[in-house]
């Protein structure tokens, strides 16, 4: 397999993907159906938007938020049966209770640590050590600008955090369980090493007070954008925003059975984070996963990190400690 030439990069050697916009398959159908599927992205964002922005103070808060985000991905879960991406990603009944035991995860033990020893933490304990007044005037900003700021924020330290995950073994080790996954779903986010995703949850945000709206309107801007990551939706994806944002299609790549291009496509949110870097490759995979898509169990999931851990640190120090040769005279 040649691959084609991305950049200095050769994309597509080891497994067949998709490059280019222009060679992605369409939603087909009649008019109705091909405007829903083109504008459902943006209208949902303007619409999250809008609320956050003007929404009482009575409803305006975190229970509401995770209200509308369990509500979105129900729907979202059953447009995946309407319109599927790959009728090979269609979710069985297995995938469904193998990834709701993820969630219940993400929910709790994650979220838990995140709250008492992750970026929230961190960043109170910081910010008691010094003066931080001067950065007031941050956050005087409109609502909305102080909404972006914690939202971009967020997705440049998750970048450099991602991008680490693929570069540094001991990262990479936690982060590798995530890319065993062999298709794209509503709750596939969550599937991975809790260690993997404490890390990649990690943010500076909480280093300023913003104001607790801006602070959801910001999350919101995040499900409306980054929950499409994982996803088996057939979009026509407008140029504005598969230019601005990360989409089902460049994620999919990322998690592709092709090395250089799992090498790509770091962002959450924000695509154009990569193209800042170079990092960002536009199209898209349908076979996914690593060892020729091997499916990992859960218990393997769980300990891989560890396993593997210990048999490199293992092999290293007996490479160490192994005597050299001395040859015969």
Same mark, same amino acid.
């Given at each position: 397999?040649?691959?084609?030439?991305?950049?200095?990069?050769?994309?597509?050697?080891?497994?067949?993907?998709?490059?280019?916009?222009?060679?992605?398959?369409?939603?087909? *159908?009649?008019?109705? /159906?091909?405007?829903? &599927? +083109?504008?459902?992205?943006?209208? $949902?964002?303007?619409?999250? @938007?809008? !609320?956050?922005?003007?929404?009482?103070?009575?409803?305006?808060?975190?229970?509401?938020?995770?209200?509308?985000?369990?509500?979105?991905?129900?729907?979202?879960?059953?447009?995946?049966?309407?319109?599927?991406?790959?009728?090979?990603?269609?979710?069985?009944?297995?995938?469904?209770?193998?990834?709701?035991?993820?969630?219940?995860?993400?929910?709790?033990?994650?979220?838990?640590?995140?709250?008492?020893?992750?970026?929230?933490?961190?960043?109170?304990?910081?910010?008691?050590? *010094?003066?931080?007044? /001067?950065?007031?005037? &941050? +956050?005087?900003?409109?609502?909305? $600008?102080?909404?972006?700021? @914690?939202? !971009?924020?967020?997705?440049?330290?998750?970048?450099?955090?991602?991008?680490?995950?693929?570069?540094?073994?001991?990262?990479?080790?936690?982060?590798?369980?995530?890319?065993?996954?062999?298709?794209?779903?509503?709750?596939?986010?969550?599937?991975?090493?809790?260690?993997?995703?404490?890390?990649?949850?990690?943010?500076?945000?909480?280093?300023?007070?913003?104001?607790?709206?801006?602070?959801?309107?910001?999350?919101?801007?995040?499900?409306?954008?980054?929950?499409?990551?994982?996803?088996?939706?057939?979009?026509?994806?407008?140029?504005?925003?598969?230019?601005?944002?990360?989409?089902?299609?460049?994620?999919?790549?990322?998690?592709?059975?092709?090395?250089?291009?799992?090498?790509?496509?770091?962002?959450?949110?924000?695509?154009?984070?990569?193209?800042?870097?170079?990092?960002?490759?536009?199209?898209?995979?349908?076979?996914?996963?690593?060892?020729?898509?091997?499916?990992?169990?859960?218990?393997?999931?769980?300990?891989?990190?560890?396993?593997?851990?210990?048999?490199?640190?293992?092999?290293?120090?007996?490479?160490?400690?192994?005597?050299?040769?001395?040859?015969?005279?």
């Amino acid at each position: 397999m040649n691959g084609v030439r991305v950049g200095k990069r050769v994309i597509g050697a080891d497994a067949p993907v998709t490059i280019g916009w222009e060679n992605l398959p369409k939603v087909e *159908g009649g008019p109705v /159906k091909r405007m829903f &599927f +083109t504008y459902f992205q943006p209208a $949902v964002l303007f619409a999250l @938007i809008a !609320f956050w922005m003007y929404a009482p103070d009575s409803i305006a808060k975190a229970s509401t938020a995770i209200g509308i985000g369990v509500g979105f991905k129900i729907f979202l879960l059953g447009l995946e049966w309407v319109n599927p991406r790959h009728s090979s990603w269609r979710l069985t009944w297995k995938e469904l209770v193998t990834d709701l035991f993820y969630v219940g995860i993400s929910y709790t033990l994650v979220k838990y640590a995140g709250k008492h020893i992750g970026s929230d933490a961190i960043a109170e304990a910081v910010r008691q050590l *010094g003066d931080w007044e /001067k950065l007031t005037w &941050f +956050t005087g900003m409109p609502l909305l $600008v102080q909404a972006f700021a @914690i939202s !971009f924020m967020f997705d440049f330290g998750q970048y450099w955090m991602h991008r680490g995950m693929h570069n540094w073994y001991p990262l990479w080790l936690t982060h590798s369980v995530h890319h065993y996954i062999t298709q794209l779903n509503i709750n596939k986010g969550a599937v991975g090493n809790p260690v993997e995703l404490f890390l990649i949850g990690l943010g500076i945000g909480g280093f300023f007070d913003f104001l607790p709206r801006a602070a959801l309107l910001a999350g919101s801007i995040g499900l409306a954008v980054g929950t499409y990551q994982h996803i088996n939706v057939r979009f026509n994806t407008p140029r504005w925003w598969r230019f601005l944002f990360n989409t089902t299609e460049h994620h999919s790549l990322h998690h592709s059975q092709d090395y250089e291009a799992t090498r790509s496509n770091y962002s959450g949110t924000y695509i154009i984070i990569d193209r800042m870097f170079g990092t960002c490759v536009d199209g898209e995979a349908e076979l996914l996963g690593m060892e020729g898509g091997r499916r990992m169990s859960i218990r393997e999931q769980m300990t891989y990190p560890f396993t593997e851990g210990y048999k490199s640190t293992k092999a290293f120090i007996q490479r160490r400690l192994q005597p050299v040769a001395v040859p015969a005279e």
